[in-house]
């Protein structure tokens, strides 16, 4: 009976190896397998040309900066000028107001004078015997025009 738990332990033994060897193969088989199926199709960036893409983007940034700043001096000229137009525009309004209300009154003194001159003229007329003139002068006796 010695011979067989010997015989079974090689056995046994060489199983073992032989899996273990299996199972190596089985790696590296599969190692190489994911290398071909992962190659680069393009190879990766050198770094002169990560550096040269980076020069290129800091003063294409900088470009954008300056520009940026300009628009923003722009931004700041309008609104000056839409302020300064805004206050024109309410101190018109105001003068507007202002010459609107002296219309107002200028229209109703003159009213009123020409009311007081129709009513100093049928007055002057009633009173008067109207005159004749022989010389072909004007007939209003002032010599203030309608």
Do not use: C, H, Y
């Not at 199983?15 to 193969?25: M, N, Q």
């Not at 839409?82 to 507007?96: E, G, I, K, V, Y």
């Not at 072909?136 to 010599?143: I, Y």
Request: aromatic letters at 2%; hydrophobic letters at 45%.
């Amino acid at each position: 009976m010695t011979a067989k738990p010997r015989i079974r332990r090689t056995l046994l033994s060489l199983g073992v190896v032989l899996t273990l060897v299996a199972a190596g193969a089985t790696v590296r088989a599969a190692s190489l397998w994911a290398a071909n199926a992962a190659a680069l199709a393009n190879p990766p960036a050198s770094a002169t040309s990560i550096e040269a893409a980076l020069s290129a983007e800091q003063a294409r940034s900088a470009a954008l900066q300056a520009q940026l700043d300009q628009l923003t001096g722009a931004s700041r000229e309008l609104n000056d000028a839409f302020a300064a137009a805004n206050d024109r525009l309410t101190t018109d309004q105001t003068t507007a107001a202002d010459l609107r209300a002296s219309l107002d009154a200028a229209k109703a003194k003159l009213a009123n004078l020409e009311a007081q001159l129709k009513a100093s003229r049928v007055s002057s007329a009633g009173s008067t015997t109207p005159r004749t003139s022989t010389s072909g002068g004007s007939d209003d006796a002032g010599g203030v025009d309608d």
